[in-house]
DNA sequence: CGACGTGTTGAGTGTGATCAACATCTGTGG
DNA sequence: CCACAGATGTTGATCACACTCAACACGTCG
């Protein structure tokens, strides 16, 4: 399940960007714009299942999710997997792999998953000319590095209940951010092997635990996806406050 | 227990420091060179114990650590504590804190830690003036990133025995590459507390996991310290190939 | 139709947690 | 100098959370 078509055209100039409207990203300069429209060759639009990065490889592209949900791993020799955390629109892939020559994970696509595509041999022209545009870049990657040191807390020191609220939870703040369910049906497109792979848990406690949070009317299941119903309750039992969400930018 | 006696002057002034000539760094410009040297406006040198950065606090600084051992964690309101990765020599700390405006996390020092002081505020200078520095911040996050997706792999999807040998392997590597002890004993001073609340076990099955690796000649555990004696077996019993070792950039 | 992916539930097992007791060693105050 | 507290490391006994195995229901898709 590779299609990778490449749709060339741009439908979404950086001019007419649907997501920078949206208060969560902060402003923009004419000549930041002007760059970063230049900087994006095209756009991308896979499908659920496609390998959108791989470990190992060498990419000569990054991308920022447009729309969509998709995810980062990495896979041990004899299979095991852990997912290190998710994205969703506004967020940056590959960069890691651009600094340091070689992807250490890779990303998935959880939905159809529409993609900006940048030249990584431009990004130096990118350090050169626009500092703050840099600054985002760092800013972009300190901000993964939060998320994951609250995943490692999670998974390392919270039970399996807690860390199931806190997942959901997480997922859907981060949702809502940026608008990802504002229309039609608000339920994050995963599945239970997905949650297990997060948690580091079994497939079959996961399932267990996630009846738990069912029972208590704090989530609903669907057919591959979840829907939160009582935020409150999955912060609760997670012991966690939130997200402080702060403005952030956007490449 | 925060004996923070600010030593102000420079022991080490950027131009003969001890870290730059490994040849585990990049090389830098003259220019680079005399930016940082203004950029560093001093040494701050704390004890075993001491909390050098607390979560929720606004730094007004940041540091690299010139010498010594410290480690990066987070805790819960009840007091699980999960330690999120270490600093060795060359590591940058406080860069997180410094962009988005507040630490995620705290930092103590493992033992005596040497550390030279930057200012905050002159952070976007640097992006302004020195692209290639501001490239190696970038570099620099990206890298830790790397670390932590490697350390959520290991407490989510490792056994107990993997995820003890998998840390001290990684342990070892890093000081090796930095020739932390280079002089003296080779050890890594650490107490089965500090391997329990990374790994994300009791410090009780902690402390029968590693007699197995002490049983296997592996390891040696010495007093609040450890020491690798075969390298070798870590990585087979973690299947892990290691840090692929790159040069890195040093501020 | 059968194969496959996904979700569900029960039974039995085991890894790792908790509880408890003890051995050292250090530092501190009397 | 000793008594004591606290940090660290060790080991055994018991418990429970989470894993494995197994079977089944349901949908989709070739």
Redesign the interface.
């Known amino acids: 399940m590779t299609s990778t078509a490449p749709s060339l055209g741009k439908l979404y100039p950086c001019e007419i960007c649907p997501l920078r409207p949206l208060n969560t990203f902060r402003d923009f300069q004419p000549d930041e714009l002007a760059f970063i429209s230049r900087f994006k060759t095209g756009e991308l639009t896979v499908d659920r299942g496609t390998t959108v990065l791989v470990e190992g490889s060498h990419s000569a592209h990054l991308y920022t999710v447009l729309s969509g949900w998709g995810f980062?791993y990495?896979l041990?020799?004899?299979g095991?997997?852990?997912i290190?955390n998710y994205v969703v629109p506004g967020d940056l892939i590959g960069?890691?792999g651009s600094?340091?020559?070689?992807m250490?994970?890779s990303v998935e696509a959880l939905s159809t998953l529409m993609l900006c595509v940048f030249e990584r041999d431009q990004l130096?022209t990118l350090?050169?000319n626009h500092?703050?545009l840099?600054?985002d870049?760092?800013?972009l990657?300190?901000?993964?590095?939060?998320m994951?040191?609250?995943?490692?807390?999670s998974?390392?020191?919270r039970s399996a209940l807690e860390r199931a609220a806190y997942l959901l939870a997480f997922l859907h703040q981060r949702a809502q951010t940026v608008h990802l369910y504002a229309n039609g049906r608000a339920t994050i497109p995963i599945t239970q092997q997905h949650v297990a792979?997060?948690?580091?848990l079994s497939i079959v406690h996961t399932n267990k635990t996630l009846r738990k949070l069912i029972n208590r009317n704090a989530i609903r299941w669907l057919d591959r996806g979840c829907e939160v119903l009582d935020e409150a309750a999955l912060l609760g039992i997670a012991?966690w406050e939130g997200l402080?969400e702060?403005r952030r930018p956007l490449m």
Do not use: C, I
């Open positions: 980062r990495k041990m020799s004899d095991r997997r852990q290190l960069l890691q600094l340091t020559g070689e250490q994970h130096f350090y050169r500092p703050g840099a600054y870049l760092t800013w990657a300190a901000r993964e590095e939060q994951l040191d609250e995943n490692l807390l998974v390392g020191r792979d997060t948690l580091g012991g402080g702060q």
